[in-house]
């Protein structure tokens, strides 16, 4: 490790004094202006990383569903995962060392993890369309090629993508071709096979409406067109070319306000969905005939796709097991559905994509979807394999659905939720199962709910257990909750800390929203009380 040239390169992408960053399960997100010595820091951890695994390494520059103004950067693990724990202290302790300390933190890691520092090393990165992020991007390059790593820059991409591209450099090809075309390829050659079928029962051509936040998923879905131009037409809102990026439009925007994004045209009945800034995550909606906006989220996602892949199972007559992952936020009346209804096993987690993704690695079949549209399915080698040769073996109708489930496994991308993606598989159910968007929404009635936000001197006073649905501490607090909630029928209520600042989150929902906003506000005072509430009492009226 030649310590000299680092700190030379250091010094071009010096770290303002006294600035403290926190690599979370986003990564590092904050102003662009502050972020230089960030992502050359990152371009060098990279490579000690793809040193220590001896596998290629990616790094995204993106801030997701942030303001235009930001950006971030996050680390793709070996199979497209996100980066392992303990990496991410140490992206945290090398983002923040001063530029004197810098060049010994590097060597700390490196003898930490024990990376073997003649070892080659490989990283791939990808941008999203940030005025900034080009730039950004270069630090990255800086930091990989001081330490003697290799790279490919692929330029603009979806954050999914990058996870894809290392998932296949990692398997030597098998998961697919490393390359944009690669994707393409692999993703709509599924879609086509899986719609097939209802296509030659002269089902009507279909067309969908896309809000593409103004990002990088316009690009991408644009350049895909054509290899889907048989089976979807994709309308582009939102495409980049005036408005801001995620400035009132996007997955985010939509989910938040419940309504619709700003420079769409929507006709009543027509079936819309929104993408997030770099395509990692997808909400549905529509108009209907009164003009009333009904949103379709991650949870009636999860609810569609699963009870799919439970009618095939049950068609090929496999017990394949399959389990939902949810968080506490997911609205009870989905829960109650998959359980009771589809007779589908559901999980609870944390809230956070890594403890939904590591819970889903469980089963044989985990399909997982935060409400806010964030998710995907993933199959374990074990129930690829089996559905794989079930394809070949089995005959007539249980041998189409085998087929099908294994479209299903090519179509989803396995290494991250992936907004593309996850459009094909939806649009295929609903043309297979000759669904409209009003019948997909009516398969249950989300509870009315409310979420609010209370400040406090400390957020640690609060800890919580049972995927964050009950409180231990501040003693009192669950006890509270649990005499509010019982005042009111269909409802629960959980309150949680921040990651990141000091307020605590109010979840609540019952029969009415009138009774849910009263039971949030209930709720809110409680903590207000017990959990040292700072500025004014919160106050009922939404």
Not at 82 to 92: F, K, R, V
Request: net charge negative.
């Amino acid at each position: 490790m030649d310590l000299d040239a680092i700190r030379e390169y250091s010094a071009l992408h010096a770290k303002p004094s006294g600035l403290v960053l926190q690599y979370g399960t986003a990564g590092f997100r904050t102003k662009a202006e502050h972020l230089d010595h960030v992502m050359f820091r990152m371009g060098l951890l990279a490579v000690l990383r793809s040193k220590q695994t001896k596998s290629t390494i990616g790094v995204m520059v993106t801030a997701s569903h942030n303001p235009e103004e930001d950006n971030g950067v996050k680390l793709v693990d070996p199979l497209g995962e996100m980066l392992a724990p303990s990496w991410e202290e140490h992206a945290t302790c090398l983002a923040n060392a001063e530029e004197h300390e810098m060049p010994r933190v590097l060597m700390d890691i490196s003898v930490k993890a024990a990376v073997n520092l003649h070892q080659d090393a490989f990283v791939v990165i990808g941008r999203d369309t940030r005025p900034s992020s080009e730039k950004l991007s270069q630090s990255v390059i800086d930091g990989v090629t001081v330490l003697g790593g290799q790279f490919h820059d692929y330029g603009l991409l979806t954050t999914p993508q990058l996870h894809y591209m290392v998932y296949c450099r990692n398997t030597s090809g098998q998961y697919g071709k490393a390359t944009i075309e690669g994707y393409y390829e692999k993703l709509s050659k599924a879609f086509m096979e899986l719609t097939k079928q209802a296509f030659c029962s002269g089902d009507e051509y279909r067309s969908l409406k896309v809000d593409c936040a103004n990002g990088i998923g316009a690009l991408k879905l644009r350049e895909m067109e054509h290899y889907i131009s048989q089976g979807l037409s994709v309308q582009l809102f939102n495409d980049g070319t005036k408005g801001k990026l995620n400035h009132l439009c996007g997955a985010d925007f939509v989910k938040s306000h419940q309504k619709p994004p700003q420079g769409m045209e929507m006709k009543s009945n027509e079936r819309c969905c929104s993408f997030d800034g770099d395509a990692d995550r997808i909400v549905y909606y529509y108009l209907d005939v009164d003009g009333h906006f009904h949103l379709i989220d991650g949870d009636k996602i999860a609810t569609l796709i699963s009870s799919f892949l439970k009618e095939l199972l049950l068609e090929i007559g496999e017990s394949l097991n399959i389990g939902v992952v949810q968080t506490a936020y997911a609205n009870g009346s989905s829960t109650r559905y998959l359980e009771e209804v589809m007779k589908v096993s559901v999980y609870c987690t944390k809230t956070g994509v890594k403890h939904l993704h590591h819970k889903a690695q469980e089963f044989d079949i985990g399909v997982y979807f935060e409400a806010n549209g964030h998710g995907t399915v993933l199959f374990s080698k074990a129930a690829e394999t089996k559905i794989k040769q079930l394809a070949k073996e089995l005959e007539d109708k249980k041998r189409e659905a085998a087929k099908m489930l294994e479209n299903v496994i090519d179509l989803f991308n396995q290494a991250a939720g992936d907004a593309i993606s996850d459009m094909l598989v939806i649009e295929a159910i609903l043309i297979l199962k000759g669904l409209t968007v009003q019948q997909w929404d009516a398969l249950y009635t989300d509870l009315p709910n409310r979420q609010l936000k209370v400040k406090v001197a400390d957020r640690q006073v609060i800890s919580t257990t049972d995927a964050e649905r009950q409180v231990v501490t501040p003693p009192g607090l669950q006890e509270a909750i649990n005499d509010l909630v019982k005042k009111y029928k269909l409802s629960r209520a959980f309150v949680r800390p921040s990651g990141t600042e000091d307020i605590v989150r109010v979840y609540a929902e019952a029969d009415s929203q009138e009774n849910a906003d009263s039971l949030a506000h209930a709720v809110s005072l409680a903590v207000f009380q017990l959990a040292g509430g700072v500025g004014e009492t919160p106050q009922p009226g939404f």
